[in-house]
């Protein structure tokens, strides 16, 4: 079975650009997570969906990220305009019921902002 | 306001010997801890969890206990083995919402 597959796996942009990150989570699972990796707060988590409908965004750190699930098997995260600080590792991961018991994460999207 | 916490940013550890890896939490409402582990450039993968009725489970080489009054759980790996070498991420949920919450990782290399 495929795993969760996100892309790019790797984007160099210059600040002010916009990155959109994608992400298919596993057939079947209904509950979709954006996390990002950074060296002082570890894994972050963004947004999570249930369903397809957002239940959690406190995560999200300011109004230039934005994160859409128009369907059960896509995803995007949005940054715009991009900055420095936003170089990390994103990844996208996937469960089967919101409890989040065991998600399973996708390969994750290295940004880079210069 | 990190709620789980794993201080100890790296370890090193002799092949053959025991490791283990700390993490502590504040949120007493987590009902659920989760151990997972990554290898560069790749996604974190799930390795052992336990639920907050029990303070120990046990898989293979890999132990989990829970402190639930010291709000601190550890993970040994018995023995150690080189390609152990990772970054292991503790994770709690519960609480007001069922999102996972992770520590900062703790970066374990095991030397041959």
């Known amino acids: 079975d495929a795993g969760v597959i996100q892309s790019p796996r790797h984007e160099v942009t210059e600040m002010g650009q916009e990155v959109t990150l994608r992400c298919k989570p596993i057939?079947?699972?209904?509950?979709l997570f954006w996390y990002r990796q950074t060296m002082m707060r570890g894994l972050e988590l963004l947004i999570y969906f249930n369903n397809n409908v957002p239940i959690d965004d406190s995560g999200m750190p300011e109004d230039r990220f934005s994160a859409k699930m128009p369907n059960a098997s896509f995803s995007t995260l949005k940054i715009q305009p991009s900055e420095p600080r936003d170089s990390a590792v994103y990844f996208c991961?996937?469960?089967?019921?919101?409890?989040?018991?065991?998600?399973?994460f996708g390969e994750g999207s290295w940004l880079t902002v210069v | 306001d990190q709620q789980v916490k794993q201080n100890s940013p790296s370890l090193s550890v002799q092949e053959g010997r025991i490791s283990i890896l700390n993490c502590d939490y504040t949120n007493s409402m987590f009902d659920y801890f989760l151990w997972y582990k990554k290898y560069p450039a790749e996604g974190p993968t799930f390795l052992i969890s336990?639920?907050?009725?029990?303070d120990k489970n046990e898989d293979g080489r890999f132990t989990v206990f829970l402190n639930k009054s010291a709000k601190h759980l550890s993970l040994h790996i018995v023995p150690s083995q080189p390609g152990d070498s990772a970054v292991y991420f503790c994770?709690?949920?519960?609480?007001?919402?069922?999102?996972?919450?992770f520590g900062t990782g703790t970066l374990l290399a095991v030397q041959p």
């Open positions: 336990i639920s907050s009725i029990k």
């Open positions: 994770a709690a949920r519960g609480g007001a919402t069922n999102k996972l919450i």
């Open positions: 057939s079947g699972h209904n509950s």
């Open positions: 991961a996937s469960s089967r019921d919101s409890s989040g018991n065991t998600i399973y």
